[in-house]
């Protein structure tokens, strides 16, 4: 893994020294070649009053590479996540995590017009917010709840992809997953089996979306360790207002494990290149002795003074107001 990181630390470097062409958020192209490398970083302060946290972090610090070759792409991602942590209380501890963890190392091959194969460790294709992993892309500093609890974030396997147009554009997929991850250490769920379906209906400014789905913890989870999902997701886009949602249960051989699981986020359009967004969120998780539950109200807003650049603020309301926080970021997509 070393190995690899200083790799792609010499073909960032090389990039930045001959590279004629740049523009920020693209990355820099290696000249000869098709490959481009990049990266981002964000930066993050909390503070949790009631629970008397309150910390400034660099959260992830990651590097890109990808690039394409006639019916072939790729895409490699390193990430140190929680990078750099300072307390502001409690003794002003620090922690530093430098280790680099594969993310997404994934190949793509385009069949026809119709078909599309990707093979490697790759975001899961559930839901929509899933599918938006930097940070800087985000429309919030946090991520819903959940889509941490429900299904493993990232999958590595195949996933073969149809997409049809005709009145409305249709897309179908099928992942498979029957082996250890690529990064063991770097999933919400370790899991050695992830079979998935799912369907997407776009039309205009809208698009539905519908995902179910298996998967063997390979640590046992609510005494279990195989356990069913099914997602159902929305958006709604006319570029001054978004809407999007999901709703999604989880269940094992033996109970429901996660009855509900949803999220409800409005994008508004304030001015050019600022935002408002309001997002609710409500869960009900159950644990071996008790079940955990949660509803939260998250006010935020973000200013991208150009789009790979986003400062963020966001306040969250919890049922249990311990948990109420401020978070504030900025990251940068290179």
């Known amino acids: 893994m070393t190995k690899i990181v200083f790799f792609l630390l010499a073909l960032y470097s090389l990039a930045l ?11 820099f192209h290696i000249p000869a070649t098709s490959a481009y490398v990049g990266g981002y970083f964000s930066t993050k302060y909390m503070n949790r009053a009631k629970a008397h946290q309150d910390y400034y972090k660099i959260d992830d610090v990651a590097l890109l590479g990808y ?11 390193f990430e140190a996540a929680d990078f750099y942590t300072k307390e502001l209380t409690n003794g002003g501890q620090s ?27 790759f975001s899961s294709p559930i839901g929509y917010w899933n599918l938006t992993p930097i ?17 493993p974030k990232q999958t590595t396997g195949i996933d073969l992809s149809y997409e049809y147009l005709n ?49 063997r913890s390979e640590t046992p989870l609510y005494h279990d360790q195989n356990f069913y999902y099914g997602v159902a997701s929305f958006l709604f886009d006319n570029d001054t207002l978004k809407v999007s949602g999901e709703i999604a249960t989880q269940f094992s051989d033996t109970k429901s494990t996660i009855p509900y699981a949803l999220y409800f986020q409005s994008v508004y359009t304030l001015w050019e290149k600022q935002y408002a967004i309001v997002r609710l969120e409500a869960y009900k998780r159950e644990e071996t002795t008790q079940a955990q539950k949660d509803t939260i109200a998250i006010f935020a807003y973000t200013y991208r003074p ?16 311990k948990q109420n926080q401020f978070i504030a970021s900025f990251s940068v997509l290179f």
């Open 17 to 27: 020294c001959e590279s004629q062409e740049y523009s920020l958020g693209n990355g």
């Open 167 to 215: 009145t409305h554009e249709t897309k179908a997929d099928i992942l498979i997953q029957n082996s250890d991850d690529i990064d063991k250490k770097y999933n919400n769920i370790k899991v050695d089996r992830h079979y998935g379906v799912g369907i997407e209906i776009n039309s205009d400014y809208t698009s539905l979306k519908f995902n179910s789905g298996y998967f």
């Open 67 to 77: 690039g394409s070759y006639k019916k072939i792409s790729y895409l490699v991602e």
């Open 95 to 121: 922690h530093l995590n430098s280790d680099m963890h594969a993310e997404r190392l994934y190949i793509d091959y385009s069949i026809s017009e119709q078909y599309q194969l990707r093979v490697g460790k």
């Open 306 to 321: 150009i789009y790979p650049i986003a400062l963020k603020a966001e306040y969250q309301m919890h049922s249990d107001t």
């Open 135 to 151: 940070n800087v892309l985000r429309d919030t500093t946090s991520n819903p709840v959940m889509s941490s609890i429900i299904f």
